[in-house]
């Protein structure tokens, strides 16, 4: 009779007893990346690269770093942007920031702007740039100036550039009148491929072309066309950057995809390739900071990568030693050879980071250069505040390494992901799901419920996207 009273009550508390649910908290940064890619070329965004450097660098470089980012919540389109780093080996000598004021023209998007930052190096530079896309059609034009009227031989002078964008196809040119250099890039997506070109010289192609074009004219020499045509396409090669990249479930240009692996060539010098893996994935650990009795499991995020880098330079050297010497190449000639490229050494990197919750995340790489480890912890509060600190060892240098990170930002969207690849980004710091039978545990709890209905509705998940989000 005891038995059978334990059972039905026991069976009355779970039928109305708080709902099983599965952590789901944001991810560890907000979401500040993409604000101003309308004002730089989309190659350099395009093709995995924001989320490399992430995975590599962010809380894992060596020395001192600091990061702030506020806005007013009364007037949002108003920030600051303040940058610091320093090394610990040269601190105070080898030390550079920028502060950058910026207004944002439309408070719903971000791509329209204007900004002054000044930057503090060996050189000073004061720059004030301005950037207006218009969505509907995708045509946008920016452009630079330098705010100081002396311009050293390592500042910019002015720049002006114009862009066309939408979700598949981008393609724009970006020109320095006084240095004579430019830069034109050409993209486009079709389905989970992504290609894309870029040209980046001192001197416009088509009039080193037609030079040596002039000049073998009035040679009249057959042999001397078809040589300045080959020394043309030379030329241009030394310039030019291309990539192609796969990811079969799409991504955002400027956040983390679920999947994609990148081949790139960089102006006849570099191969590279590269992958990049984000994982939105469930535990069924408890999570000693929330009530044990409901809680079914939790959301991490664990992002992998890998990135080889050939020096193509190095092998050209090489095979012109080998064509001009009979015989094997000798190992010094070949060193010297190398040595006369100023080129950067091959590199294979592999980078994991590993999100456990809101509040702490653990990252490391390892390289042919160096090994790194790093905690970075979290606090979300009115002012957000990132502390981390790194240890490494540097190969080359054959000497320890050390890293710390300090972050405070009160802006930025917040975004979520859910587990098994489904869509993210909501409105609060930590939601909640209702669990599936397989994650009922037989515990309780408290905190915001989503409705099992309602697990995909962009409303609730705060996923409202502006028409231009996906835009190249």
């Given at each position: 009779?005891?038995?059978?009273?334990?059972?039905?009550?026991?069976?009355?508390?779970?039928?109305?007893?708080?709902?099983?649910?599965?952590?789901?908290?944001?991810?560890?940064?907000?979401?500040?990346?993409?604000?101003?890619?309308?004002?730089?070329?989309?190659y350099d965004l395009l093709f995995c690269k924001p989320a490399l450097r992430w995975l590599f660098q962010d809380y894992l470089s060596d020395g001192l770093r600091s990061v702030m980012r506020f806005s007013p919540p009364e007037d949002p389109k108003i920030s600051v942007?303040?940058?610091?780093?320093?090394?610990?080996?040269?601190?105070?000598?080898?030390?550079?920031?920028?502060?950058?004021?910026?207004?944002?023209?439309?408070?719903?998007?971000?791509?329209?702007?204007?900004?002054?930052?000044?930057?503090?190096?060996?050189?000073?530079?004061?720059?004030?740039?301005?950037?207006?896309?218009?969505?509907?059609?995708?045509?946008?034009?920016?452009?630079?100036?330098?705010?100081?009227?002396?311009?050293?031989?390592?500042?910019?002078?002015?720049?002006?550039?114009?862009?066309?964008?939408?979700?598949?196809?981008?393609?724009?040119?970006?020109?320095?009148?006084?240095?004579?250099?430019?830069?034109?890039?050409?993209?486009?997506?079709?389905?989970?491929?992504?290609?894309?070109?870029?040209?980046?010289?001192?001197?416009?192609?088509?009039?080193?072309?037609?030079?040596?074009?002039?000049?073998?004219?009035?040679?009249?020499?057959?042999?001397?066309?078809?040589?300045?045509?080959?020394?043309?396409?030379?030329?241009?090669?030394?310039?030019?950057?291309?990539?192609?990249?796969?990811?079969?479930?799409?991504?955002?240009?400027?956040?983390?995809?679920?999947?994609?692996?990148?081949?790139?060539?960089?102006?006849?010098?570099?191969?590279?390739?590269?992958?990049?893996?984000?994982?939105?994935?469930?535990?069924?650990?408890?999570?000693?900071?929330?009530?044990?009795?409901?809680?079914?499991?939790?959301?991490?995020?664990?992002?992998?990568g890998l990135q080889a880098v050939v020096d193509l330079a190095a092998q050209q050297a090489r095979a012109k030693v080998q064509k001009g010497r009979p015989g094997p190449v000798s190992k010094k000639a070949a060193e010297q050879a190398e040595a006369a490229v100023p080129?950067?050494?091959?590199?294979?990197?592999?980078?994991?980071?590993?999100?456990?919750?809101?509040?702490?995340?653990?990252?490391?790489?390892?390289?042919?250069?160096?090994?790194?480890?790093?905690?970075?912890?979290?606090?979300?509060?009115?002012?957000?505040?990132?502390?981390?600190?790194?240890?490494?060892?540097?190969?080359?240098?054959?000497?320890?390494?050390?890293?710390?990170?300090?972050?405070?930002?009160?802006?930025?969207?917040?975004?979520?992901?859910?587990?098994?690849?489904?869509?993210?980004?909501?409105?609060?710091?930590?939601?909640?799901?209702?669990?599936?039978?397989?994650?009922?545990?037989?515990?309780?709890?408290?905190?915001?419920?989503?409705?099992?209905?309602?697990?995909?509705?962009?409303?609730?998940?705060?996923?409202?996207?502006?028409?231009?989000?996906?835009f190249l």
């Amino acid at each position: 009779m005891a038995l059978q009273f334990l059972t039905s009550l026991l069976g009355w508390r779970q039928a109305h007893g708080p709902p099983q649910v599965v952590l789901v908290p944001p991810l560890f940064e907000r979401d500040h990346r993409g604000r101003s890619r309308m004002a730089r070329s989309s190659y350099d965004l395009l093709f995995c690269k924001p989320a490399l450097r992430w995975l590599f660098q962010d809380y894992l470089s060596d020395g001192l770093r600091s990061v702030m980012r506020f806005s007013p919540p009364e007037d949002p389109k108003i920030s600051v942007n303040f940058r610091f780093g320093a090394s610990l080996r040269e601190l105070g000598n080898d030390s550079a920031g920028s502060l950058a004021l910026r207004y944002q023209l439309i408070q719903k998007d971000p791509l329209s702007f204007i900004d002054v930052k000044a930057a503090a190096r060996e050189s000073s530079e004061a720059r004030m740039r301005g950037c207006y896309f218009h969505v509907p059609s995708g045509m946008g034009i920016f452009g630079s100036v330098p705010l100081l009227q002396q311009i050293s031989d390592e500042g910019k002078g002015p720049e002006v550039g114009l862009r066309y964008s939408s979700p598949d196809i981008t393609a724009g040119a970006i020109a320095l009148p006084l240095q004579q250099t430019q830069t034109i890039w050409a993209a486009g997506r079709l389905g989970p491929l992504t290609v894309g070109v870029q040209y980046q010289g001192g001197q416009p192609f088509r009039q080193d072309w037609a030079a040596k074009a002039r000049e073998a004219a009035r040679q009249k020499k057959t042999d001397a066309v078809a040589s300045s045509a080959q020394s043309a396409l030379a030329d241009l090669q030394q310039y030019l950057s291309y990539a192609v990249a796969y990811s079969p479930q799409g991504s955002s240009p400027y956040g983390r995809g679920n999947f994609t692996a990148v081949v790139e060539v960089r102006e006849a010098r570099e191969l590279s390739l590269a992958f990049f893996y984000h994982l939105a994935i469930q535990r069924l650990v408890r999570n000693p900071l929330e009530d044990h009795r409901s809680v079914a499991g939790i959301t991490n995020y664990v992002d992998f990568g890998l990135q080889a880098v050939v020096d193509l330079a190095a092998q050209q050297a090489r095979a012109k030693v080998q064509k001009g010497r009979p015989g094997p190449v000798s190992k010094k000639a070949a060193e010297q050879a190398e040595a006369a490229v100023p080129t950067r050494q091959p590199a294979l990197r592999l980078g994991l980071a590993w999100q456990v919750n809101k509040n702490v995340m653990f990252k490391a790489k390892v390289g042919t250069d160096a090994f790194t480890a790093a905690l970075a912890v979290k606090s979300w509060g009115a002012i957000g505040t990132t502390g981390a600190g790194s240890v490494g060892w540097d190969i080359r240098r054959q000497q320890p390494q050390f890293g710390f990170t300090l972050a405070f930002e009160n802006y930025g969207n917040i975004r979520y992901e859910r587990s098994k690849g489904r869509p993210r980004v909501g409105s609060a710091l930590v939601q909640r799901h209702v669990a599936l039978p397989e994650d009922i545990a037989n515990k309780e709890g408290a905190g915001l419920m989503v409705k099992k209905e309602d697990l995909e509705n962009k409303e609730i998940l705060g996923q409202q996207e502006t028409a231009s989000a996906h835009f190249l």
